[in-house]
């Protein structure tokens, strides 16, 4: 079986897997403590059960008689150095805030570990179910060090296929591991490549031809050609993410909240869905999409979404703003990435609307692997005021997001800081009792709302191609973290 993917992951280390072209990959060689499921729950993954015996522990039970692709058992410490990395400056984690508030992470029991925090965590447990979460083997970690993850060495975990080659730019090789521990689980296919097309008009093609066999993040503006092809067939499935414009330069025009309402009162955001997603989206307001609240009750739901913000096009009102604000002239960089038709759109729009209002932009056009280092480096982030994410939670809870734009996060691109939304997000996540943690996080969505770190465009669903061969998967964003492509078979 062939996949396409748009970009060369950036590691196949679990601790800097944070974007699509990683993940996707590492979901079906790697597993993660809880198990991510297509509804956006939680259940038991290589921790075959969990609780929470006291508000700053967390108690994981480690499956007995699960295999490393080297053979070897899965054991209590292998999770508890897995787990420890996320806590060493010298590894850098990008997963760091998820651990932020851990103190000791032990060995507890033949079987068990138990995670100690400084206070109450809520979040932490369905962060497990994540990159976060992946466990490795002890041994293969010490033995590879640094090159734990990249081209040449590869990981070995439990997952239902195994690394095999990575040619960089080219493509990722997996085959079937035949002593995978889940039988509900085991891989259909013998051997899956990964097809590395930075190209989108060339992934579209090779979809329709049958060169490879599907794909994920699908241009929206292919989904009528691909669809009327014959081929196979695009599938639309739950996401978390919504597509926003981060601000990310807080010495620029738009480190003024001001000048961030003004951006995105000039933008026809009704006009943008049609133009950068053929209309396969919707306009939003949150930085949380309606999918992450369903358990959060009816109540808190509808308050989550009621009496925001709507910030309609209004180009005169907007540019009346600029003029109060006094920064007519002024010059936003906007940084893209060749990736699909809606980076493009969504670039220009965001260009032609600040030149609407009086301020000066330019677009800067980077490869896709130079797109993905914007969230992960600083110094790529020094000459850009601007740039479009989908941005996915990587759990089914509003507080993934809120969560990372508190004051100092890593995520927080923009050093955007509020101490009253910080109180609001901390409060929420030392609350245990889920409906009550969601209740009290609602006054948060409403700060984002008012302040814009990041520009809220539009809520797209999530796209999966296959073709008329093959069958079996889930098109949910959970893909990210669950082993999708075991499921996928013959027709």
């Given at each position: 079986?062939?996949?396409?993917?748009?970009?060369?992951?950036?590691?196949?280390?679990?601790?800097?897997?944070?974007?699509?072209?990683?993940?996707?990959?590492?979901?079906?060689v790697c597993e993660s403590l809880v198990r991510f499921n297509e509804d956006l729950t939680v259940s038991p993954g290589l921790a075959s059960g969990y609780e929470n015996p006291t508000p700053t522990t967390?108690?994981?039970?480690?499956?007995?008689?699960?295999?490393?692709?080297?053979?070897?058992?899965?054991?209590?410490?292998?999770?508890?150095?897995?787990?420890?990395?996320?806590?060493?400056?010298?590894?850098?984690?990008?997963?760091?805030?998820?651990?932020a508030d851990v103190v000791s992470i032990e060995k507890t029991g033949e079987h068990e570990v138990t995670v100690t925090s400084s206070v109450p965590n809520a979040l932490f447990n369905e962060a497990m179910s994540g990159s976060a979460g992946v466990i490795e083997s002890a041994a293969t970690l010490n033995k590879l060090g640094?090159?734990?993850?990249?081209?040449?060495?590869?990981?070995?975990?439990?997952?239902?296929?195994?690394?095999?080659?990575?040619?960089?730019?080219?493509?990722?090789?997996?085959?079937?591991?035949?002593?995978?521990?889940?039988?509900?689980?085991?891989?259909?296919?013998?051997?899956?490549?990964?097809?590395?097309?930075?190209?989108?008009?060339?992934?579209?093609?090779?979809?329709?031809?049958?060169?490879?066999?599907?794909?994920?993040?699908?241009?929206?503006?292919?989904?009528?050609?691909?669809?009327?092809?014959?081929?196979?067939?695009?599938?639309?499935?739950?996401?978390?993410?919504?597509?926003?414009?981060?601000?990310s330069n807080p010495e620029g025009p738009l480190g003024n909240p001001e000048v961030r309402k003004a951006l995105i009162m000039a933008i026809d955001r009704d006009a943008l869905v049609q133009a950068a997603e053929a209309g396969y989206a919707e306009r939003t307001n949150a930085l949380t999409t309606k999918s992450v609240w369903e358990n959060a009750g009816d109540d808190t739901k509808e308050a989550a979404f009621s009496d925001l913000v709507d910030y309609p096009?209004?180009?005169?009102?907007?540019?009346?703003?600029?003029?109060?604000?006094?920064?007519?002239?002024?010059?936003?960089?906007?940084?893209?990435?060749?990736?699909?038709?809606?980076f493009a759109v969504v670039a220009q729009a965001t260009a032609a609307a600040a030149e609407s209002i009086g301020l000066k932009a330019t677009i800067n056009t980077v490869t896709p692997n130079a797109y993905t280092a914007l969230f992960s480096d600083p110094e790529a982030r020094k000459a850009t005021d601007l740039f479009f994410t989908s941005w996915y939670l990587s759990t089914g809870n509003p507080l993934d997001m809120f969560s990372i734009l508190r004051t100092g996060d890593f995520s927080n691109y923009g050093g955007w800081s509020d101490p009253e939304y910080d109180t609001i997000v901390n409060d929420a996540l030392q609350t245990m009792d889920r409906t009550e943690g969601l209740a009290a996080s609602v006054p948060a969505q409403k700060i984002l709302n008012e302040q814009l770190p990041w520009l809220p465009l539009y809520e797209p669903p999530n796209l999966l191609w296959m073709n008329e061969r093959i069958t079996g998967t889930s098109p949910s964003i959970n893909y990210l973290y669950y082993p999708w492509a075991a499921r996928i078979g013959a027709k």
């Open positions: 079986m062939t996949w396409s993917t748009y970009a060369d992951p950036y590691s196949l280390d679990y601790a800097y897997a944070f974007d699509y072209a990683d993940n996707q990959v590492l979901a079906n967390w108690v994981y039970t480690i499956r007995e008689g699960v295999k490393f692709h080297d053979g070897t058992t899965l054991t209590a410490d292998d999770v508890v150095a897995s787990m420890n990395r996320h806590l060493d400056p010298e590894i850098g984690s990008f997963w760091y805030s998820v651990y640094a090159d734990y993850g990249n081209s040449s060495a590869g990981v070995n975990c439990t997952g239902p296929f195994e690394f095999q080659e990575w040619k960089s730019g080219e493509r990722i090789s997996l085959t079937r591991f035949d002593e995978y521990w889940d039988p509900e689980l085991m891989a259909k296919a013998k051997q899956l490549d990964f097809v590395i097309m930075n190209d989108p008009a060339a992934r579209v093609n090779a979809l329709k031809s049958g060169e490879v066999d599907g794909g994920w993040l699908i241009p929206s503006n292919a989904v009528a050609d691909l669809n009327g092809s014959g081929a196979g067939q695009i599938y639309f499935g739950l996401n978390t993410a919504v597509n926003s414009l981060i601000a096009y209004d180009v005169e009102a907007a540019t009346a703003i600029i003029k109060e604000q006094g920064v007519e002239g002024e010059e936003i960089t906007i940084t893209t990435a060749p990736m699909g038709n809606n």
